[in-house]
């Protein structure tokens, strides 16, 4: 049982796909460094970049779908919890910039139907390691217990 007055727990990661609301993301390329981005699985995301490429190589096609649109941007769809590379190459095969990818947890979602249950409640949600983080506090003992269901709920 979640306490009424702190509400933090790790719950099973959720296996829910949600609705598609597409958010532009803007990433510097450098051969030297790799960068990370976040989706959120079953969300697409257009990831523009500040160097022209041609080719796009992705290490594990179960974790997202990758698709080049123009020469300086390419689609995400993170298919399920976990972590994948990207490499980016221009017509002459010369790496230009490598991307981790990270699909992780529509906390959107469930931050939004905790908050339209149990409007009382100051509940945050987030996503660490493929598991959902509850913080805040709740009314009472009958309000934590909710969002603890809710939750569990969202784990399927």
Do not use: C, H, W
Request: glycine letters at 8%.
């Amino acid at each position: 049982m979640l306490a009424p007055a702190i509400v933090a727990g790790l719950l099973a990661p959720l296996a829910v796909a949600t609705g598609a609301q597409a958010r532009d993301q803007i990433v510097s390329l450098s051969v030297a460094q790799s960068k990370s981005i976040r989706v959120s699985k079953g969300k697409p995301q257009t990831i523009r970049t500040d160097a022209a490429f041609y080719e796009i190589v992705i290490g594990d096609t179960e974790i997202a779908n990758v698709n080049p649109l123009t020469d300086k941007s390419f689609y995400v769809l993170g298919n399920k919890l976990g972590t994948t590379g990207i490499a980016l190459f221009d017509e002459q095969k010369q790496l230009v910039g490598t991307v981790d990818i990270e699909v992780t947890l529509d906390t959107d979602r469930l931050a939004s139907t905790i908050r339209e249950t149990i409007p009382e409640a100051d509940i945050k949600v987030e996503s660490a390691n493929g598991r959902v983080v509850l913080s805040g506090q709740a009314k009472d003992s009958v309000d934590a217990e909710k969002v603890e269901k809710i939750a569990k709920n969202f784990s399927g």
